[in-house]
């Protein structure tokens, strides 16, 4: 009998298969419409960029589920008895090579739900990091600092470690590390990287978003570690480049030298500012 149920639901005319394929393309149509839309909006209104882009994942679950729980339920009209032989199919499936797409798409729910990060936001998951620009049933879309798109599978937020640069709001600290020679004057040297971050054009100062300018000294040169939040996450790298470059300037006409030693060669790994 489970086996006669089985094939009964797999008895489907042609016209029951278009109309399935239809209300999956007008899905997708209207999805990507409306993402689109948003995503335009979004932009124009900086201010709740980040509230309006939120509202993606949700709007495509909700219109995919709707047009999977039309064609379930109004055109392949099953009854109890074949949405359990269904239910048993889709249990096979999963145990034999679905488990990934399954873990994928409650991977999104989860996403969705819990709002552990949104579009907008700045994260490392994993070994990727980057901006989200998109949150999907099966991956999120991840734009790096290469301006790379990668697409992360969303069961990796069950499996890998997560941070979240800015957690929804629009500033973003930044980090700048800078290394010279360690007979330069440090004192002064901190206080240039100060003003160098402070006047940047892209900083964003203020009681809960402080900057910090920090110094450590190692056998053969000394780091400079500034700290500071910048006016809009997307301007990240513009604000290390523009402090970076506006510091060393100022190093080079007051007699602060780079390291003689590379940090390499120190035995620890720099971050690529060594001028």
Not at 62 to 74: D, E, K, V, W
Request: no cysteine.
């Amino acid at each position: 009998m489970a086996s006669d149920n089985i094939f009964k639901v797999l008895e489907f005319d042609a016209m029951t298969i278009l109309d399935s394929i239809i209300v999956l393309i007008l899905a997708y149509i209207l999805v990507r419409v409306l993402s689109f839309i948003l995503i335009r909006f979004s932009e124009r209104v900086n201010r709740y960029r980040f509230s309006v882009k939120m509202m993606l994942p949700i709007l495509k679950f909700s219109i995919y589920g709707i047009a999977l729980y039309h064609i379930s339920g109004n055109i392949l009209n099953l009854s109890p008895n074949q949405l359990i032989a269904i239910s048993g199919l889709i249990g096979a499936g999963i145990g034999f090579g679905l488990k990934d797409l399954f873990a994928d798409v409650i991977g999104g729910i989860v996403i969705t739900l819990e709002k552990p990060y949104q579009v907008g936001d700045k994260i490392k998951i994993g070994d990727y990091y980057g901006e989200v620009s998109d949150i999907g049933m099966r991956a999120t879309k991840l734009v790096t600092p290469e301006d790379n798109l990668v697409f992360a599978p969303n069961f990796m937020v069950f499996t890998q470690p997560l941070s979240n640069a800015n957690t929804g709001g629009h500033e973003l600290l930044a980090v700048i590390d800078l290394y010279i020679d360690s007979d330069s004057d440090a004192a002064s040297a901190m206080k240039i990287l100060k003003e160098a971050m402070i006047t940047s054009k892209y900083v964003y100062v203020s009681r809960k978003r402080p900057y910090t300018v920090l110094l450590k000294d190692y056998p053969f040169y000394r780091r400079l570690r500034g700290k500071a939040y910048v006016n809009d996450l997307r301007y990240e790298f513009e604000f290390q480049s523009d402090v970076t470059r506006r510091a060393w300037d100022e190093f080079s006409r007051k007699g602060i030298r780079a390291p003689r030693v590379s940090i390499m060669e120190a035995g620890t790994s720099g971050s690529g500012e060594i001028q």
